[in-house]
């Protein structure tokens, strides 16, 4: 197979060029790959270890360069806000290219269609409960089993979160839309069409900003969103003696998700690398739960993203034939499918078989970790889109869309600019705004005052590990942000010492409380008296005369000696920072 096949690597940084070994049809190739002195991210070194024949040619010794075609829409420029340079260096702009036997490089094309779920009380035109995991078949009613003689009536909260998502994507609000009919036969959809939105969505011409991981090498895109427009969810199908319709005896099916309201977002195609997508999608999941219009859970199916791809020669601005994948229910397998999608097409490119890359749906199979055909795609004009009679026009006025958007939140990547304002690495920050809850607790913790440092490191060390033990989300915890505050302020005016802090928390998280309550209880307030502190350090030097000679004959070592002696001494509670001030001075005295 003339594509390449792939090695993971680790990022390093090259003092020098170097000669990479590997192992291919049974013969050791050995060619300078990497330039000295650049930086490499994991998903450029992923790309650029390849087995090649001996005949390959040598390979470019400089990182790919962005393409062009990646720009945000037409009229939208990225711009310097004032970001730290990371935004802006060239290993941040760098894309993911295939190189294969030929020579060329080849680039992915990819876009994404998310369907979020919205979390309304009822479905989207019935006042069926909109719940999961009810018993099949038991949030359904005429309307949403499509019976006839039934007319649907829009759930005012789907037009509210629709217009919601679109302020919160940057796009432009239609004041006046509508709704059609998508025409096609599933088992699954009763009514033989499901009401959508085709040509005048609720929403159009947004972007999404991402910054992407520190361990991928960092640094911010800005990724074009088409659309977003508001429909219905189908039912779903459960095939009994197998997890597909393949290989099962028959299938059942749950009408209780058909009308579940949904907002589809189509993004441009604008990724060029799995990571690219899976941060686009991850970056959209946090924004639906800031904003509250759905919980965004992959696994339960009420965040569903299909993804567009295609291959084609560096430099080429025509697009390659569109592949469809679905069935990905986390951002790490959306990463590997598109990953084995770019090389399966772009090993069919190169083996001379591009004709078998057809516009077809192909689903990714995690336990094989490949994706296999289901069915040709279908093209708009297969759907036969039509108005849709019994529901009028949605219109809006402009004072209710910008009565929303004075409702919106803090969102993901404004909070991300305010915390690196306060001096947080990207590292830590893209930990606590990853969860909305967490990003909420670490707020309200340091609107009590408290050093933003220590807040950061007690909420992503002790305290998150302690919810992943316990399976709880932070918003279950009995520590209260007061608390926590008030714990931080203790350590800080030397009350007690960090050691003394740990010991405290485990009760305050499964109790709650007071932390100053607890540590007087039972006696934890850290000895920060210097003539206490003194009478211990000469106590241990009078204990200890042979050591302390030793120091003094030029052992320096033996300091820890002394701070041991000394914090047994205290039962662990004399101030540390003042005890080896003390320490030192008597020492060398």
Same mark, same amino acid.
């Given at each position: 197979?003339?594509?390449?096949?792939?090695?993971?690597?680790?990022?390093?940084?090259?003092?020098?060029?170097?000669?990479?070994?590997?192992?291919?049809?049974?013969?050791?190739?050995?060619?300078?790959?990497?330039?000295?002195?650049?930086?490499?991210?994991?998903?450029?070194?992923?790309?650029?270890?390849?087995?090649?024949?001996?005949?390959?040619?040598?390979?470019?010794?400089?990182?790919?360069?962005?393409?062009?075609?990646?720009?945000?829409?037409?009229?939208?420029?990225?711009?310097?806000?004032?970001?730290?340079?990371?935004?802006?260096?060239?290993?941040?702009?760098?894309?993911? *290219?295939?190189?294969?036997?030929?020579?060329?490089?080849?680039?992915?094309?990819?876009?994404?269609?998310?369907?979020?779920?919205?979390?309304?009380?009822?479905?989207?035109?019935?006042?069926?409960?909109?719940?999961?995991?009810?018993?099949?078949?038991?949030?359904?009613?005429?309307?949403?089993?499509?019976?006839?003689?039934?007319?649907?009536?829009?759930?005012?909260?789907?037009?509210?979160?629709?217009?919601? *998502?679109?302020?919160?994507?940057?796009?432009?609000?239609?004041?006046? @839309?509508?709704?059609?009919?998508?025409?096609?036969?599933?088992?699954?959809?009763?009514?033989?069409?499901?009401?959508?939105?085709?040509?005048?969505?609720?929403?159009?011409?947004?972007?999404?900003?991402?910054?992407?991981?520190?361990?991928?090498?960092?640094?911010? $895109?800005?990724?074009?969103?088409?659309?977003?427009?508001?429909?219905?969810?189908?039912?779903?199908?459960?095939?009994?003696?197998?997890?597909?319709?393949?290989?099962?005896?028959?299938?059942?099916?749950?009408?209780?998700?058909?009308?579940?309201?949904?907002?589809?977002?189509?993004?441009?195609?604008?990724?060029?690398?799995? *990571?690219?997508?899976?941060?686009?999608?991850?970056?959209?999941?946090?924004?639906?739960?800031?904003?509250?219009?759905?919980?965004?859970?992959?696994?339960?199916?009420?965040?569903?993203?299909?993804?567009?791809?295609?291959?084609?020669?560096?430099?080429?601005?025509?697009?390659?034939?569109?592949?469809?994948?679905?069935?990905?229910?986390?951002? @790490?397998?959306?990463? $590997?499918?598109?990953?084995?999608?770019?090389?399966?097409?772009?090993?069919?490119?190169?083996?001379?078989?591009?004709?078998?890359?057809?516009?077809?749906?192909?689903?990714?199979?995690?336990?094989?970790?490949?994706?296999?055909?289901?069915?040709?795609?279908?093209?708009?004009?297969?759907?036969?889109?039509?108005?849709?009679?019994?529901?009028?026009?949605?219109?809006?006025?402009?004072?209710?869309?910008?009565?929303?958007?004075?409702?919106?939140?803090?969102?993901?990547?404004?909070?991300?600019?305010?915390?690196?304002?306060?001096?947080?690495?990207?590292?830590?920050? *893209?930990?606590?705004?990853?969860?909305?809850?967490?990003?909420?607790?670490?707020?309200?913790?340091?609107?009590?005052?408290?050093?933003?440092?220590?807040?950061?490191?007690?909420?992503?060390?002790?305290?998150?590990?302690?919810?992943?033990?316990?399976?709880? @989300?932070?918003?279950?915890?009995?520590?209260?942000?007061?608390?926590?505050?008030?714990?931080?302020?203790?350590?800080?005016?030397?009350?007690?010492?960090?050691?003394?802090?740990?010991?405290?928390?485990?009760?305050?998280?499964?109790?709650?409380?007071?932390?100053?309550?607890?540590?007087?209880?039972?006696?934890?307030?850290?000895?920060?008296?210097?003539?206490?502190?003194?009478?211990?350090?000469?106590?241990?030097?009078?204990?200890?005369? @042979?050591?302390?000679?030793?120091?003094?004959?030029?052992?320096?070592?033996?300091?820890?000696?002394?701070?041991?002696?000394?914090?047994?001494?205290?039962?662990?509670?004399?101030?540390?920072?003042?005890?080896?001030?003390?320490?030192?001075?008597?020492?060398?005295?």
């Amino acid at each position: 197979m003339a594509a390449a096949r792939l090695v993971r690597a680790t990022m390093v940084a090259l003092p020098s060029a170097f000669c990479l070994h590997i192992y291919s049809s049974s013969k050791i190739i050995s060619r300078n790959l990497l330039a000295p002195g650049l930086r490499y991210t994991p998903q450029q070194l992923h790309y650029r270890f390849l087995a090649i024949s001996t005949s390959a040619p040598a390979l470019s010794s400089s990182p790919s360069s962005p393409s062009s075609s990646h720009s945000v829409p037409s009229g939208r420029k990225k711009q310097n806000r004032g970001l730290p340079a990371r935004v802006l260096t060239q290993q941040s702009e760098n894309r993911v *290219l295939e190189e294969n036997a030929s020579g060329t490089e080849y680039e992915a094309v990819i876009g994404i269609e998310t369907h979020v779920q919205l979390s309304t009380a009822t479905k989207a035109f019935c006042s069926c409960p909109s719940q999961y995991g009810s018993e099949p078949n038991s949030n359904v009613c005429p309307i949403c089993m499509g019976l006839p003689g039934c007319l649907p009536v829009l759930n005012e909260k789907c037009v509210e979160f629709g217009v919601r *998502l679109g302020h919160a994507l940057h796009s432009d609000i239609a004041l006046n @839309s509508k709704f059609d009919r998508k025409q096609y036969f599933y088992p699954d959809l009763p009514k033989g069409y499901q009401i959508s939105q085709f040509d005048i969505p609720i929403a159009k011409n947004g972007f999404l900003e991402v910054d992407l991981p520190v361990e991928y090498g960092g640094g911010y $895109r800005k990724f074009g969103i088409t659309r977003v427009h508001m429909e219905e969810d189908a039912g779903k199908l459960i095939h009994a003696g197998a997890d597909q319709l393949s290989g099962s005896s028959h299938s059942q099916v749950d009408l209780n998700r058909a009308g579940v309201p949904l907002l589809e977002i189509v993004s441009e195609p604008d990724m060029r690398t799995g *990571l690219e997508a899976a941060e686009y999608a991850a970056e959209l999941q946090r924004i639906v739960r800031y904003l509250g219009v759905g919980n965004g859970n992959m696994q339960e199916g009420s965040m569903r993203c299909d993804v567009n791809i295609s291959v084609r020669p560096k430099g080429q601005a025509k697009f390659g034939t569109k592949v469809e994948i679905k069935n990905m229910n986390s951002f @790490s397998a959306m990463q $590997r499918a598109i990953e084995y999608e770019i090389e399966r097409q772009v090993g069919l490119i190169e083996g001379g078989e591009a004709d078998k890359i057809v516009q077809e749906t192909r689903l990714w199979e995690e336990a094989a970790q490949r994706t296999t055909t289901m069915r040709k795609k279908e093209g708009l004009a297969d759907y036969r889109y039509f108005p849709e009679p019994d529901l009028p026009e949605v219109i809006l006025t402009e004072e209710y869309v910008e009565s929303i958007r004075k409702t919106l939140p803090e969102l993901p990547n404004d909070k991300r600019r305010r915390y690196e304002t306060l001096g947080l690495s990207m590292q830590d920050i *893209l930990v606590l705004t990853n969860d909305v809850d967490v990003a909420a607790y670490f707020d309200a913790v340091l609107e009590k005052g408290s050093d933003v440092k220590m807040a950061a490191n007690w909420i992503m060390g002790d305290i998150t590990a302690y919810t992943k033990n316990e399976k709880l @989300s932070i918003t279950e915890l009995k520590l209260s942000p007061s608390a926590l505050a008030e714990l931080i302020s203790l350590i800080k005016d030397g009350t007690i010492s960090g050691k003394i802090a740990k010991e405290v928390l485990p009760e305050l998280l499964e109790k709650g409380g007071s932390a100053k309550s607890i540590i007087e209880k039972k006696g934890l307030v850290q000895i920060s008296d210097v003539a206490t502190i003194e009478k211990m350090i000469d106590e241990v030097l009078a204990k200890n005369p @042979s050591q302390l000679e030793a120091y003094r004959g030029g052992k320096t070592k033996l300091q820890g000696f002394f701070v041991g002696q000394v914090m047994k001494a205290s039962g662990g509670k004399v101030n540390p920072a003042l005890m080896n001030k003390i320490l030192l001075e008597k020492l060398n005295g």
